[in-house]
């Protein structure tokens, strides 16, 4: 009740002139609070903005790194080094070669796994991994690494022949990193089942942030002409599958079934675990796409893609900067978090710590994560001393980036 009648009497009392006199010295003061105003608006902006989109600081755990992940101490180790790093997300295999790594009844009961990996000690490795990442505050995601791909000589080739698919001249083989493969028919329903139980077990079993796939989510554009696959797309277009097997509609609609399937997965999961991170780590769009059918741009305009990481193991700067800043990848970095892969070494074939920092830096220059194939060639068979090697990691990222974990 006061307010009003304290503001009507400087009315009465105050002039003209005295009010002109008070505008003037109380103008420049409002522009000032309206300037500040504006500043911590623009500052405030990005960063609610970028909550959802965590910066992924990633590395790949291979099967290239079994010794490490068989001993509890060397497990200890490594997640304390990563940590001290500031990395927040390892990525362990779990699935090789038609063989998963953990103890799974379902493998166990369709008779493709003769053998269990375990721990020096006997113990559940995956699940000592995770324990002790989740200690050190980081999230684990683990990673299919071999998707619809299988050797010939494995126990799933073997035992479920009508699973695989085929080329037009019937071959059944490819080559690729791992060697010449098999492909699982990613549109036989037996196939999606299995592939989905397996990713389910993963997940319910473990204490798991969520689930990865990779550019091997895929099909080779030459296969497709199974038996099955071929009744299926005349039953569906009236026509048998060209010859050419990179025709553009035949090459569609085989994109498309995979993500159907793909589509089905990752409702399969939320149901399962609402919170599990749905990530993928393809090739680039181009690719994937024509080369391998992972029409993984599609996915993530689905919204069944929770975090992006593109491989570009490309050693010039020039063309890892290039592939780096295509527009798929700028759009996928407006919605979820994104993050490159980069080459870390092989065991015949080291990088130097100079150019992983300064494609690390390009990452960072275009607000992009990273993640690191594989943990082993952080550190062994480098060009650089040990001490010189692990300085330049943790050069890297200066400050914790850290990822909520998943409830």
Known sequence: MKLPFLVQSWRRRCTAACRQTLLKYLFPILILISFVTVLLVDNFTPAIAQLPRQEIRGVW????????????????????????????????????????????ALAQRAGIQPFVYK???????????ITQAHHKGLLVIPWFEFGFMAPSTSELALNYPDWFTQKRDGSQTSISAAGEVMWL???????????????????????????????????????????????????????????DAQDTAWVQWRADKITAFMVKLNQAVKQRKPQAIFSIAPNYYDLAY????????????????DELIVQIYRPNLQSFIA?????????????????????????????????IKSQVRAAQERGLGVTFFYYESLWNDALEPLNERQAGFESLFPSPALRAKIE
């Not at 180790?77 to 790093?85: F, G, H, N, P, Y």
């Open 61 to 104: 755990m291979t099967t290239n790194d079994f010794d490490t992940l068989k001993s509890r101490d060397k497990v200890q180790d490594a997640v304390s080094e990563l940590q001290q790093m500031n990395l927040n997300t390892i990525y362990p295999v779990v699935w090789n070669s038609g063989y998963v790594m953990y103890p799974s």
């Open 119 to 129: 721990g020096s000690d006997g113990h559940d490795i995956l699940a000592d991994l």
């Open 185 to 243: 028919n990613p549109f036989h329903p037996q196939v999606q089942q299995f592939v989905t139980n397996l990713v389910l077990e993963t997940i319910t079993q473990y204490d798991a942030d969520g689930i990865q796939f990779d550019d091997h989510m895929s099909l080779p554009y030459e296969f497709g002409y199974d038996q099955y696959t071929v009744a299926l797309y005349t039953q569906e277009t009236n026509n048998a599958p060209p010859t």
């Open 290 to 305: 024509k080369f391998h059918l992972q029409d993984w741009l599609s996915w993530m305009r689905q919204n069944i893609v």
């Open 323 to 355: 592939n780096i800043s295509r527009a798929e990848i700028q759009e996928a970095q407006q919605i979820i978090p994104t993050g490159i892969g980069i080459m870390t070494g092989l065991r015949n074939n080291p990088v130097p710590i100079q150019q």
